[in-house]
């Protein structure tokens, strides 16, 4: 799994979601790098990260893995953050270690079984169906649909949904970009990641956009509810709050973490 290390100071894990990769933290990592270490990883199958071995990216194995990156780096313990999917992979890896996180922050968490994904999506996971539109739908997810939801737009930016892209252009990336949606099925998988919400220990919050239309404003309050040591705050943004409105979002992790 390729990770970069950025900054000194304690040492926090960024998670990015599906299909992003870590240069979605960038505008947040400049400024977390005067306070903290960024460990800032692709996730296995997206970025430059390479699939798992049997290509599923269930959040738990996923767990799995980074727990094999903070053995690999000698940390200790780390704060966590997680966006969008990477929240479900941050809930099963604070679940799963607990005594390796410090601190949790799960941004945009899709993480009920009441989840529905875009309609694009749910096609592309369809047998055959998904085979036959995916070269035909995908630069419009590219071109059109990620883009719209993003609302700070600069060269910068630019850049970094260029980064998402990249592992997916070609016959043999839209391949790699079903078999990710492919992942198995969503009520199943999130209905395992709600249930671990009560066993968290860790002091978390959860941040959400006000005017995120993928993910409920329900789901952050639910999951602020159910998690024993939470708080949830809301954001005038959309869905990706790394991108939308950085230096906001920094200066919450920056207090949350150097807070008693």
């Given amino acids: ?11 926090v894990l960024l998670l990015h979601g ?27 199958g997206m970025g430059e990260s390479a699939a798992l071995a049997d290509r599923s990216p269930d959040p738990s194995q996923y767990a ?32 799963g270690f ?21 309609l694009v999506f ?20 590219w071109r059109i649909g990620l883009p719209a939801s993003v609302e700070r737009r600069d060269e910068q930016t630019n850049e970094i949904l260029a980064a998402f892209r990249r592992p997916f252009v070609g016959a043999g990336g839209t391949s790699r970009f079903v078999q990710l949606l492919r992942w198995g099925d969503p009520v199943q998988v999130l209905s395992r990641t709600a249930g671990l919400l009560p066993t968290i220990g860790a002091p978390t919050l959860v941040i959400h956009g006000r005017h995120d239309h993928t993910i409920p404003v329900s789901f952050a309050t639910r999951a602020a509810a159910l998690i024993p040591n939470a708080n949830v705050l809301l954001l005038d943004s959309g869905h990706f709050l790394p991108l939308n409105c950085p230096v906001i979002l920094s200066h919450h992790l920056v207090r949350f973490f150097e807070g008693a």
């Fill in 18 to 44: 599906i299909p992003t990769c870590g240069r979605l933290w960038d505008p947040v990592v400049e400024i977390l790098r005067h306070h903290f270490t960024c460990v800032i990883v692709d996730l296995p």
């Fill in 64 to 95: 799995n893995e980074i727990e094999c990156l903070r053995r690999e780096l000698s940390i200790p313990v780390w704060h966590v953050v997680g966006h969008d999917a990477g929240s479900a992979i941050a809930v099963h890896y604070s679940a």
């Fill in 98 to 118: 607990p005594d390796c996180v410090k601190k949790l922050v799960l941004c945009s968490p899709p993480i009920f079984p009441e989840l529905r994904p875009p």
């Fill in 122 to 141: 749910r096609l592309l996971r369809a047998p055959l169906v998904g085979d036959i539109l995916a070269p035909l739908v995908m630069p419009m997810i």
């Fill in 1 to 11: 799994m390729k990770f970069q290390l950025r900054g000194k100071g304690p040492a």
